[in-house]
């Protein structure tokens, strides 16, 4: 079976930051455009960031361009999200998805004081 798991979210003040992990299981990344999503409490599901198969395109949404960098690990199988100076409105369920389509499971990233 084909799974996409993410990890490392959780609570945080704002200003701090967090780095998520999107693991694939029963299939390479390799080649695989991949993205991160995000859906806030009462909203649409939105994007955020996406990475090329190489690795050597990226692309944010406006609201976390500067702040967020999603990067991959080959070796690892999996895609990062590394979020910095994070706001409350960064607070949501994150999805790390790859055509197919496969979606993760999502992940709770709560920003608050």
Avoid: H
């Amino acid at each position: 079976q084909l799974q996409l798991v993410e990890s490392g979210g959780g609570l945080v003040q704002p200003g701090g930051s967090l780095r998520l992990s999107c693991a694939a299981s029963g299939f390479t990344l390799d080649y695989y455009v991949i993205g991160w999503f995000r859906q806030p409490p009462g909203k649409e599901r939105e994007f955020v960031a996406v990475i090329n198969w190489s690795g050597s395109g990226t692309n944010y949404a406006n609201s976390v361009k500067g702040r967020f960098a999603i990067s991959r690990d080959y070796a690892k199988n999996a895609v990062y999200l590394q979020m910095n100076s994070l706001k409350p409105e960064d607070t949501a369920i994150y999805y790390c998805y790859a055509p197919g389509p496969y979606w993760g499971q999502g992940i709770q990233v709560t920003v608050s004081s």
